[in-house]
């Protein structure tokens, strides 16, 4: 109807182009970082990023999907303190004990983020609130189980975090496919469109019997097995749990997604813009190491990013 | 098809729809009239099944039922195409018009290539050309009506209810939209149609239903009544006793409010407007033409790309509401919940809110003198309420909307502009906010009225001004304005009149 033709093919892509910036930026990062050290080109060091980036890529993926419905998860943070400390102390240096636990740790995660999802269903609270509370329940909990670290694992763990395969390490290729397979989800699967459909307009879902409980079980849930396995690879990272090991995650995991350029009120954005957003603050990270600045200094620099990425893809709503 | 009969449903204390009865049978367009608040679209969502009546019966195909939640009824067949879409601005057109039914391949995944493919034909079916890959936040309203109502052809329905559908289109989408009502009727769907527009229903309606207050009034076939009789059904009254007498033939007031050029990113393109002292001037047109766009970018509330204003001949440069407050021009929006009212203050607190200085001493607030103030506000403006603490979230709509004029009559002592001012209000608080409407005018300030209702304009205005699509298409003074010549200016449509459906058949 309208002169529209022109932008037809690109439409989604011009949506997104907050993506390029953040992929233009790690661009830079990489040019910078090779002219102030010769190490920071080494192999080695790159796949050191990748490696370092593993447990911040897997909490960042479940609270994308949470972010992409409109809601957040703050009980990821405490999660992963409760099921690494519950990891090291239930393995207790066992080698037999490492599967079973494994296991057990990825299934609980999912229970919690059931848990959370249940809630958010029941009582109509907003996720902000019900997973606000369930982090504080989830840390008074790992804080009655053990007040410091706790049990040991096997020295054979530890190739989880340093393991390669193919040359490359064990952790980066697991992201990469499973960022994968949720990208797939959310593009091929029915319920991966609700996603979107109950993040951009609740009201709307509702009306049009979409399933939102089932979506709502269904990023929850995922975002707790997701705490799971970064509990997991953060305990055979640092070979033992303790009750703060999660502490910074929460924070940290939602600064790649509105980084990759997921809204925060939902409906839009996506998992591709996440892992860069992954990429981007671990390379700074690394970039700020080798120009020898306090790790203190790289957090202030990722609260400054959150704020600086969310006023950049804030949808200019009308001022009154 | 479906029967209600003695449906009731409160809300909080408000009674929104009492003992209603309506039957639409398979094969008829059954339209629905009433004033704003007559219980319409509470009707329609109870048949979807988005609240469950208080009482009454509601039968569909013949037998009882009680749907739980939305999908319930969207799964017997009813499919509603809401006055608010129910759009997903991220989703593409495509994946709109299948959301909840996506087209899949054989293992079981979503097929892009179908969907698109699908919903190609599905809109050429329709007659409209869309692109199915654009997301539909980049559409124009009207575009988005059409998808909302090619939603409706994705799958069987029984029962096909639209609620004000041609709020947002006209001329030859309306005519698309009634050619595939016509061939859906034959197909036997029931469809229940609720419109303003009564040119319209009795074009396309075989039987017309009357509500008002809530209650069900009359239930005729469309050949056994007139347009007047209908009327003075839906208002309860003669049109003659609503609206206040216009200003009498003479001069033109001083032009008190200009804007020249004013141009509003995307929506208002290079658009003048001339408001005078003592005058109600109209700003019509259809919805999303951008007169509220167009009166916020005047008012600062909205950034012009280009344009200027002057008030009282002064020119303004970046104009903001706050220098446009001090220079006496005033807004009710036409959100009042939202944007106007402070919902847990009271109705003293309410009144002063634009002008605190007015009721500070000494750096305080003095609430004596703001009571004071407000009782004086609610006799001037016959506000219903207890008193000046009544919290104002417990007052009617028509009440709540004579706190916030009464505001802005205190302060704004130039210009006034109201946005849609008796939006769900009732019949009888309407003629009060006319009458309080025309008392200001006489008082000498310039009114500028947004309103989507025709009766409205045509009854109230001394002129009235016409936007379509961004630019102003025309002004109408005196005996010129007529509901005929504002469709016409709104639409393009040379006569006014709607071309009918098998004209556009062919």
Redesign the interface.
């Known amino acids: 109807m309208t002169a529209l033709a022109p932008i037809r093919l690109s439409s989604r892509l011009r949506a997104n182009q907050g993506v390029l910036v953040v992929a233009a930026l790690l661009v830079i990062l990489l040019i910078f970082g090779a002219f102030i050290s010769d190490r920071f080109r080494t192999t080695s060091n790159i796949l050191n990023i990748f490696e370092q980036s593993t447990g911040l890529a897997l909490v960042s993926l479940g609270q994308t999907l949470a972010i992409l419905t409109g809601g957040i998860d703050l009980s990821v943070g405490s999660m992963i303190s409760l099921l690494s400390t519950l990891t090291s102390g239930l393995i207790a240096g066992k080698v037999s004990m490492v599967l079973p636990v494994a296991i057990g740790i990825l299934l609980l995660g999912l229970l919690i983020g059931i848990c959370n999802g249940l809630l958010i269903i029941w009582l109509r609270v907003h996720p902000l609130i019900v997973t606000l509370g369930m982090s504080a329940v989830l840390q008074g909990i790992v804080l009655l189980y053990s007040l410091g670290p706790a049990g040991s694992v096997p020295p054979s763990f530890n190739f989880l975090a340093y393991g390669k395969v193919l040359g490359l390490p064990i952790g980066a290729v697991f992201i990469l496919v499973l960022f994968l397979l949720v990208a797939l989800f959310l593009r091929y699967a029915r319920l991966g469109r609700y996603i979107y459909a109950v993040g951009d307009d609740e009201v709307g879902a509702r009306l049009m019997g979409l399933p939102r409980a089932r979506v709502m079980l269904t990023v929850y849930g995922f975002s707790g097995f997701c705490c799971g396995l970064a509990a997991i690879y953060l305990t055979s990272r640092f070979s033992v749990g303790q009750p703060y090991t999660g502490l910074n995650y929460t924070l940290a995991s939602i600064t790649p997604v509105v980084v990759g350029g997921t809204l925060l009120s939902g409906g839009k954005g996506g998992v591709f813009g996440t892992l860069l957003g992954v990429y981007l603050i671990s390379l700074l990270n690394n970039v700020l190491n080798f120009m020898d600045v306090s790790t203190h200094y790289q957090l202030i620099a990722q609260g400054l990013i959150v704020i600086a990425a969310v006023s950049i893809y804030v949808e200019k709503k009308k001022r009154v | 098809m479906l029967n209600l009969s003695g449906i009731s449903k409160s809300f909080i204390g408000v009674q929104a729809l009492s003992g209603i009865n309506l039957d639409v049978r398979a094969g008829e367009i059954h339209a629905l009239v009433g004033e704003n608040g007559a219980g319409k679209s509470t009707t329609i969502k109870i048949v979807?099944g988005?609240y469950k009546p208080d009482a009454g019966q509601m039968e569909f195909e013949g037998k009882p039922v009680q749907w739980a939640?939305?999908?319930?009824?969207?799964?017997a067949g009813i499919h509603?195409i809401?006055q608010e879409f129910?759009?997903?601005?991220?989703?593409?057109v495509a994946?709109n018009i299948y959301?909840?039914h996506?087209r899949?391949n054989r293992f079981g995944?979503?097929d892009?290539a179908r969907t698109r493919q699908d919903a190609s034909d599905l809109l050429r079916k329709l007659g409209?050309?869309?692109?199915p890959?654009?997301?539909v936040s980049?559409l124009?309203v009207?575009?988005q009506q059409m998808v909302e109502i090619s939603k409706a052809l994705v799958h069987k329905v029984k029962l096909l209810i639209l609620d004000e559908p041609t709020a947002v289109i006209s001329g030859r989408e309306a005519d698309l939209l009634f050619a595939r009502l016509a061939a859906l009727k034959a197909e036997g769907v029931a469809i229940l149609y609720v419109s303003h527009r009564l040119e319209e229903i009795f074009q396309i309606a075989d039987r017309v239903t009357v509500f008002k207050d809530g209650a069900h009034v009359a239930t005729k076939d469309i050949g056994d009544v007139t347009r007047d009789r209908l009327i003075s059904m839906m208002v309860g009254r003669d049109l003659k006793d609503i609206f206040p007498p216009k200003k009498p033939k003479g001069e033109p007031g001083k032009v008190v409010l200009k804007a020249e050029n004013v141009s509003v990113e995307g929506r208002v393109r290079n658009a003048g407007i001339e408001v005078r002292a003592g005058e109600i001037t109209a700003l019509a047109g259809l919805v999303g033409a951008g007169r509220t766009e167009l009166a916020?970018g005047i008012f600062g509330?909205?950034p012009m790309s280009s344009g200027s204003v002057w008030i009282d001949g002064e020119k303004v440069d970046a104009i903001t509401?706050a220098t446009a407050i001090s220079k006496g021009v005033g807004f009710v929006?036409e959100d009042r919940k939202g944007?106007g009212l402070a919902m847990f203050l009271d109705v003293a607190a309410n009144i002063s809110a634009a002008n605190l200085s007015a009721v500070t001493r000494n750096g305080l607030i003095d609430r004596r003198l703001e009571n004071e103030i407000a009782r004086k506000e609610i006799d001037n403006y016959r506000v219903v309420c207890r008193g000046p603490a009544t919290s104002v979230a417990t007052m009617s709509g028509g009440n709540q909307q004579k706190v916030i004029v009464a505001r802005w009559a205190r302060t704004s002592r130039k210009v006034l502009i109201l946005d849609e001012p008796t939006r769900g209000v009732d019949v009888g608080a309407k003629t009060e906010i006319y009458r309080i409407m025309r008392g200001l005018a006489g008082e000498g300030i310039a009114i500028l009225m947004i309103s989507s209702e025709l009766p409205e304009v045509v009854g109230m205005s001394d002129r009235v001004v016409v936007m379509r699509e961004g630019a102003i298409s025309g002004e109408l003074t005196g005996a010129n304005i007529s509901e005929e010549a504002i469709m016409s200016l709104a639409t393009q449509h040379p006569t006014g009149k709607v071309p009918t459906a098998e004209v556009l058949a062919q």
């Open positions: 979807a988005v939640r939305p999908a319930d009824a969207k799964n509603v809401y129910v759009l997903f601005p991220h989703l593409t994946e959301l909840g996506e899949r995944f979503v892009h409209v050309d869309i692109d890959q654009i997301l980049e124009t009207a575009d916020m509330g909205l509401p929006t944007q």
